[in-house]
């Protein structure tokens, strides 16, 4: 009689080890395919993180390989503005014209380096408008001729594709 009790007895043990139900199959299988999804989730997010950090590091390379080499084209073209000056002083006996001449064709020299980097200057005209974005009135004169206008430019500015690097120093008509 104690076999037939033993038989009768649900066994919990036995149960755990393999589902019997088909809904305990189906939960089984659907964490066993949680499982896997999580596992390649977190795998594509490592990838998308290694990427951006990649990303960010050639960005910040970039960034300083410009800062680095930002002036290059500049001195490539201050060079043979160097070297006319080099030359001009190496001459025994020039005479005033052919220093004038020098002169004129280094400052060519220069303006085209300047052009061709976007260095422009900022040379207002009398009577143009005082703009303290571009111009430095260093002192206010009588003048016939509108308050807050340029009188006089005692030092060019210059300008850098579209920032300051230096203002124009002016004088500016006093108000009347």
Known sequence: MQDQENQAVPNPEAEA??????????LEQQLADTEARLVEMRDAFMRAKADGENIRRRAQEDVSKAHKFAVESFAEAMVPVKDSLEMALKVETPSIDSLKEGV????KQLSAAFEKNRLLEILPAQG??????????????PAEQEANTVVSVLQKGYMIADRLLRPAIVTAAQAK
């Open 104 to 107: 004129e064709m280094t400052l």
């Open 128 to 141: 143009d408008k005082l703009d303290p974005n571009k111009h430095q009135a260093v002192a206010v004169v």
């Open 17 to 26: 080890g393999a589902p019997s139900t088909p809904e305990q199959l189906s």
